[in-house]
């Protein structure tokens, strides 16, 4: 599976963006797929996620009613809605997907398989 990140750019708190995470490769039926981000000199953390087959999304706690996660079949996309966005919400943020996920699998980083290259969201104050 290859993913592709973009939407990502310069924003002002309060402000929203909207990512999108173009899959190709295979069909995504049966895989779990999500956003993780990294801000600068920290670690790699959990966004959001759904399995693609059934939805049922799940949220960090920092971003739930912030964010939302859908995805659309018919393009192999996923997309991230991010509004009221805070000066820490700044980092890269990562699509990343996964064969098999059970539900409570889906925030675990090590979870997934697949990687995209990234997209720099920077939320100025």
């Known amino acids: 599976v290859q993913l592709q990140a973009s939407g990502g750019g310069l924003v002002q708190a309060g402000g929203s963006l909207r990512l999108s995470c173009a899959a190709s490769g295979r069909s995504l039926n049966n895989y779990g797929i999500g956003w993780f981000r990294q801000a600068p000199g920290k670690g790699r953390e959990f966004v959001a996620a759904v399995k693609w087959s059934t939805s049922s999304p799940m949220y960090a706690d920092s971003v739930k009613g912030r964010f939302t996660i859908s995805r659309d079949r018919a393009k192999n996309t996923l997309w991230l809605q991010m509004s009221s966005l805070k000066p820490e919400d700044t980092a890269r943020y990562y699509c990343?997907?996964?064969?098999?996920?059970?539900?409570?699998?889906?925030?675990?980083?090590?979870?997934?398989?697949?990687w995209g290259q990234g997209t720099l969201v920077t939320v100025s104050s």
């Open positions: 990343a997907s996964a064969q098999g996920l059970i539900t409570s699998s889906l925030p675990n980083i090590a979870s997934y398989k697949y």
